[in-house]
Structure formats: C-alpha cells, structure tokens
C-alpha cells in the first residue's frame, strides 16, 4: 500500500509539472522562419482567437519579419530602425537606427541581435543593453537577406551578388561566395550545409566551412523565396511560378508544382506538407513526397508572406491587409484578422501568440496566454484534490481491515 502511495503521488507531481510546463511549451522563434533549417514550424499552443493584444507603430513600413526570444520581440522597419520589444504588452525596450530601410529580419543568438540594413551592413546588437553596436560588417550593397547563425558563425546574403560566411564574436570574414546577381534569399543551414537561392535564378548548395560551391539547381527564373531544408530535401519557391523539392545532397530535382503566380513566398514544412504562398493570391498545401496539391486557399491579395505553422494550423499574411488562420489538413479558415497596411511580413508564433507585421505596425494576436495558464493550473489542483482523496480513501479502508482483523 506504501509503494502504491508513493507512485501514486509522483505520478501527480510529474502531471502537475507537465500542466504547468505546457503553456510554454512553444519554442523561441530564434531567427527567420523559426530555426536554422526554416522550417516555419514550432510546437506548442496555436493561436485559437484573433484577438489584438497589443499593436506598436513605427515610422515607417515593417516588411521585417519578427523574432521572439526570453519574451522579447526584434524587428525591423523601413524607418531605419531595429527595435525590442516586449513581447506581453508591446512597450519598447529599445531602438538602434542604421543608416537605411531594414528589411531583413533578424537572427538573435546568445544575446546578440544580428541583422542586415539596406544601407550595406550587417549589424551585431546587445540584446539586453539597449542594442548597443558590438560590430558592423561592410557589404558594399543592400542587405535584404535575414542571417542564419549557426556554430559561432553569421551566414546572410547581399544585393552585392555575394554570399558572406562572418565570425559571430568580431565580424571576420569566413568565406565569401559570388553569385553574381541579387541575393534577396535568406540561407538556410542544414548538416554543414548552406542552402540559398539567387536572383541569377538558380538554387545553391554550399559547403557551411570554406564556401565551397557542392551543386547548383537552375530554375526558370529568379529565386527571392529562401529554402526550408527538411529530411534532406530543399523545398523552395522559383521567380516562374513553381515550387520546387530537390535532393539536399546532390541538387537532382524531385519534383515541382507550378501556382498561378509568381513567388516570393518561402515555404513551410510540417507533417509532410509543404506549404508556401504565391502571387495568384492562393496558399497551397502540397504533399511533400510527390509535390501533389492538397488544397489551396484563396486570399484577396498577392501572398509574399511566408506561413508559420503550429498546432496544426497555418499562418499567412497578405497584401490584400490581412493575417489568415487556416486549418493545416484542409485549408478552412479558422479566422482572418485586418491590418492597417499590406501584410508582406511572415508571422512568427511564440507561446499561442502570433506576432506579424503589416503596413507601419507590429501586432500581436490571440488569446491571453495567463488564460491558458489558469485553466491549466485549475486541472491540475483538481486532479492533485482527487489524487489525494484516493490516497487518503485507501489508507482509511487498510486501517479498516486492520482494526477488523485485530477484533
């Protein structure tokens, strides 16, 4: 009976700190398109309401896509300017202006906010002493590419037709590979591998150490959408209306799908679903093994957003000002939320909270994460009240026995 006790009662701790974990359970969303593959996916609580919680105003236009990290939110904004700021009520902690529009979203790793600027550089930030300059680096051309920071090393493309490989401590260039056109593409880092696209229409494979170039696929024209790397395929968007899955290792083609427009939008996948906006103002869900359309989803505007995935439902913004909820198995709406501005940014979800930009504003939508937390934490006084109730219900029946069994 002691032994039943006693599991009995780890077995409540144990579910009383699951209860309480869970509504954190999303992971931070590090860099653009969550993590270094660009998935565009994180685990946790989806974003069930459109509620606003709160909304914060630049002074320009946010086509950056936000970052959320230890409840801080980055991003930046055509007005010159990278800010934090917290991710529960929109206050701003802090603001560093460079000397251009920022369209690139940032990357922030070990306290550090890394990020390129159209004025040519590639800018390390303190993330907790009010975005204080730890270094710049010189491209020479706009740097609308978002880095992907991966080992200690800063990896981000340049209008400059070059791909750059920078020390994340002191800037040093690593390595640099000349593409020769536009890099609008973020890499994406998978395996010690770099994978990017380039306005030269093509799609690179890089070695992540020296540079090195391991294959090239050629599409049928320029390639803005940035790669998700998963299960070693590269899933990615082409300027000529098609998406396209390719051998990670050797660049063979697998197969494409062609959309009705043209696309900048980068893909997501989850669950063995490649999903991925295009210009003819759909979303499409295809399967990830043969490229076959699951359902698309019809917006009132071009789709240069690139959708975010958690719990089962897609995230998307559109240029027709509107931030979409679509149910990931079947595309049905779940709801649709107006922004002040065309939505070209992509959402990020942290803690059942979407975070997206549209026109000069950065909103949050969704519910309350406390609500969450207090329904779970009513479950789990429940449950420990119930737990406790048997225990105790069955030291009363051995006692019982006992005194029986004595008279």
């Known amino acids: 009976m002691i032994k039943f006790r006693v599991l009995v009662a780890g077995v409540c701790i144990i579910f009383l700190f699951s209860l309480v974990l869970v509504p954190f359970a999303n992971a931070d969303w590090t860099m653009f398109r969550a993590d270094p593959s660009h998935s565009g996916v994180v685990t946790g ?24 990290v230890g409840g801080v939110l980055y991003v930046g904004s055509f007005d010159d300017n990278v800010y934090a700021l917290n991710a529960t009520n929109g206050n701003k902690l802090w603001n560093y202006t460079t000397g251009g529009p920022v369209f690139s979203s940032p990357a922030v790793v070990n306290d550090v906010v890394y990020i390129g600027s159209n ?23 706009n740097v609308e590419s978002s880095p992907a920071v991966v080992d200690g090393v800063v990896y981000v493309g340049s209008n400059y037709g070059n791909v750059y490989a920078l020390n994340a401590t002191n800037s040093a260039k690593l390595w640099k590979f000349p593409i020769g056109n536009e890099v609008d593409s973020s890499p994406a880092v998978v395996d010690g591998i770099v994978y990017i696209g380039g306005g030269n229409s093509n799609v690179y494979a890089l070695n992540a150490t020296n540079g090195n170039k391991l294959w090239n696929y050629t599409t049928g024209g320029p ?17 000529n209306s098609n998406v396209y899955a390719l051998n990670a290792t050797n660049g063979n083609k697998l197969w494409n799908y062609t959309t009705g427009g043209y696309i900048e939008s980068s893909p997501a996948v989850a669950g063995g679903i490649v999903y991925i906006g295009s210009f003819d103002h759909k979303i499409y869900a295809l399967n990830a093994t043969n490229g076959n359309k699951l359902w698309n989803y019809t917006t009132g505007g071009y789709i240069e957003s690139s959708p975010a995935v958690a719990g089962g439902i897609v995230y998307v913004g559109s240029d027709d000002k509107t931030v979409y909820s679509l149910n990931a198995t079947n595309g049905i709406k779940l709801w649709s939320y ?44 429940v449950t420990t009240v119930v737990v406790i109730a048997i225990i105790i219900f069955l030291t009363f029946q051995k006692r019982l026995k006992t005194k029986k069994s004595m008279s």
């Open 45 to 68: 609580n989806p974003t069930l309401t459109s509620t606003l919680l709160w909304k914060y105003t630049t002074g320009s236009v946010v086509e950056s896509s936000a970052t959320v």
């Open 338 to 381: 107006a922004t002040h501005g065309v939505v070209e940014s992509s959402p990020a979800v942290v803690d059942g909270i979407v975070y997206v930009c549209g026109g000069n504003n950065i909103y949050a939508l969704g519910g309350s994460p406390q609500s969450s937390f207090t329904l779970f934490i009513i479950i789990g006084v």
């Open 223 to 239: 390639v803005f959408s940035s790669p998700a790397v998963v299960d070693g395929i590269v899933y990615i968007g082409g300027g």
């Open 119 to 141: 004025n040519g550089n590639v800018y390390a930030l303190n993330a907790t002493t009010g975005g204080a300059k730890l270094w710049s680096y010189t491209t020479g051309s």
